[in-house]
């Protein structure tokens, strides 16, 4: 790992923890397009998969390492000197996380790791990758991500919302620069198949029924990948949201029973709509973020769902789903 630091003068030196996930893997890809990046990919594949990471170049390497491990972090971290943190890694997705509520805390030492490290490196800035979850059942509409109180209980929102702690503490205390990203539903090609959209569309692709918990009347806001990835790269390069947090999501919403027929509709699809009893917690009735900062950012409209939709289907990568 040092030979490869060393052979080359890159302007910035960049960590992706999680870099085998769905989102982190795009944000690697699209951050290594950049000569002047060097990107490191570092993931211990437990939730990721090694075909979502693009394709390794003189200046994007993976590794395999659980950064929630002090001494594989720690190797990583030291032998290449990041200016850059983008803290991906962790435990996802609601029938995951539920079933697993102590792995989902496992990952507190994650950023705990990434925080001590990364003070005593000389990282410039960490991006820290948290939820819409940290919202809970929301007292308010749309969620503002400086107004909205935090109110879930779920361990995986709790451990996002003590990261942000994690974070802010560090800032007070030693300097250390930090960006919050608050995550709402991100969907597109490469990501797994336990996903809303993606568990639809292999569904309705295969005229297998479609199932939804309670009568699909929550809603939620879905966010093409593309999107995502742009605005968040911008506010990297920028320096935008310094020591703050934004939001990155869609802001229209959508009934879940209503994307189950969109998928249908747009697939042709002969599926038929399940529906199961209610999740026993997790399933919050609504999702609508405040993403004007975000919309303000990119500076255009963002992709439909309907486009976004159709864009996945163009491009066929379901089969590297885990």
């Known amino acids: 790992m040092k030979t490869l630091a ?14 085998a996930g769905f989102i982190a893997s795009a944000l690697a890809e699209k951050l290594a397009n950049d000569p002047d990046n060097l990107v490191i990919i570092m993931d211990n594949l437990s939730t990721g998969a090694y075909g979502k990471i693009p394709q390794q170049t003189d200046n994007l390497r993976f590794v395999k390492g659980d950064v929630n491990d002090y001494k594989e972090i720690l190797e990583v971290m030291i032998s290449f000197q990041f ?7 962790a435990m996802v997705g609601v029938q995951r996380t539920q079933e697993h509520p102590v792995g989902v805390l496992r990952d507190i ?20 990758a948290s939820s819409s979850e940290v919202y809970g059942e929301p007292v308010e509409f749309p969620q503002n991500a400086h107004t909205t109180p935090l109110n879930s209980r779920l361990p995986y929102a709790i451990v996002k919302n003590l990261g942000e702690a994690y974070l802010r503490s560090y800032h007070k205390e030693y300097n250390l620069d930090f960006t919050i990203f608050r995550f709402f539903n991100t969907y597109g090609p490469k990501q797994s198949k336990d996903f809303v959209i993606s568990k639809f569309l292999m569904a309705a692709l295969k005229n297998e029924d479609i199932t939804i918990y309670g009568d699909g009347s929550q809603t939620r806001t879905f966010c093409y990948i593309d999107d995502n990835i742009e605005a968040t790269v911008a506010i990297a390069y920028r320096d935008l949201f310094i020591n703050d947090v934004v939001n990155i999501g869609n802001s229209i919403e959508t009934p879940i029973i209503e994307l189950a027929k969109q998928i249908i509709k747009i697939t042709g699809s002969n599926s038929k709509i399940i529906n199961l009893p209610p999740l026993d ?5 609504r999702r609508l973020p405040d993403n004007k900062e975000m919309v303000s950012v990119l500076d255009r409209p ?21």
């Open 109 to 128: 030492r994650g950023i705990e790791n990434i925080c001590r490290i990364s003070k005593n490196t000389g990282v410039r800035r960490i991006f820290f």
């Open 6 to 19: 060393s052979r080359h003068s890159f302007k910035r030196k960049i960590l992706v923890t999680g870099g």
């Open 83 to 89: 200016h850059y943190v983008f803290h991906y890694a």
């Open 281 to 285: 917690d997790g399933d919050m009735t």
């Open 302 to 322: 963002l992709i439909s769902l309907e486009k976004g939709i159709n864009l996945i289907l163009e491009k066929g990568l379901f089969e590297i789903n885990k």
